[in-house]
């Protein structure tokens, strides 16, 4: 029988139906709350259970390009790991290893803005479904090892004990492809396969949602991706305007004045399509609610 494999590292402590992590790990302030969150589900798990993007999502109300970006963002300080491993048949099994206690801690802060706006090291790459979808047992990929490029082996960590197993080289410092093919004035490559979707019929065109990609990059630094949440939002915008993208333009501007003016509530809300036509009526420019003064009648 095959020995199992270790996927999840966590303190050793003695078993329990609840969860402990350290607090050091919860506190890490280099951690986004949402990357500290997928890294507090996966160390729910037992050691030897298989976690990927997909497998993840199903468990929430995030899309599988949000869960991607938080495990990206646990892998660059240290919390993650991609790996794959080769299974008796030949076939390749990718997931994911996650430690409570960062391999990484001489990192210490994010890559600066400059770099994300260029798509390095945290933002998604439109190539990576490979890693990020469960295997499928009826169409196993085969895969012929090449003498001149073997898998590369990282040494067993000290603290762990475990031999690490072969992994495919991390794409956190690659700049994704969608990026690189905008800066050099082409076309951007088809969408994320999620975009056609197979419950639901979307009828607006692709321009619509680049637009919004670009609006969203702008304003957030970070990819809009394609959840169900925000690609059914711009379906009803669009028929909501008769697919006047100039209408939802103005939104999205209006959007942007009421988090630039400060307070508790529009600051902290991301401009998406969702939002967007959650508060739709809200969204009027500024300049169209100051009222115009009247001019004095003279008796």
Not at 243 to 269: C, H, T, Y
Request: charged share 30%.
């Amino acid at each position: 029988m095959k020995e199992k494999t270790r996927r999840i590292f966590k303190v050793e402590r003695r078993e329990s139906p609840y969860t402990v992590i350290e607090n050091q790990t919860l506190r890490d302030r280099r951690v986004s709350y949402r990357g500290r969150g997928v890294l507090a589900y996966a160390l729910s798990h037992v050691d030897y259970f298989v976690l990927n993007a997909d497998s993840i999502s199903h468990e929430g109300p995030e899309g599988r390009d949000a869960i991607s970006s938080a495990l990206r963002e646990l892998a660059y300080f240290g919390y993650a790991e991609l790996k794959r491993e080769r299974n008796p048949d030949g076939t390749w099994l990718s997931y994911w290893s996650f430690f409570e206690i960062s391999k990484k801690p001489h990192i210490i802060d994010r890559p600066s803005k400059s770099r994300r706006r260029k798509g390095v090291e945290l933002t998604p790459s439109l190539f990576q479904d490979q890693a990020n979808q469960a295997p499928d047992p009826e169409k196993p990929v085969t895969d012929i090892p090449c003498a001149d490029k073997p898998p590369m082996v990282l040494p067993a960590a000290d603290n762990q004990g475990v031999k690490e197993v072969p992994i495919k080289e991390s794409r956190i410092e690659e700049r994704t492809e969608i990026e690189r093919i905008r800066e050099e004035g082409g076309n951007v490559p088809p969408l994320l396969p999620s975009f056609k979707h197979a419950r639901y019929q979307f009828t607006f065109p692709e321009s619509w949602y680049k637009s919004f990609e670009q609006s969203y990059f702008q304003i957030h630094g970070s990819l809009l991706g394609t959840s169900d949440g925000e690609l059914m939002a711009m379906q009803k915008l669009y028929d909501l305007t008769a697919g006047d993208w100039n209408e939802v333009s103005n939104k999205i501007e209006a959007f942007k004045q009421k988090r630039a003016s400060g307070g508790k509530f529009w600051p902290l809300k991301p401009v998406t399509p969702r939002n967007i036509e959650h508060y739709w009526a809200e969204l009027v420019p500024l300049e169209a609610t100051t009222l115009a003064v009247p001019k004095s009648r003279v008796i």
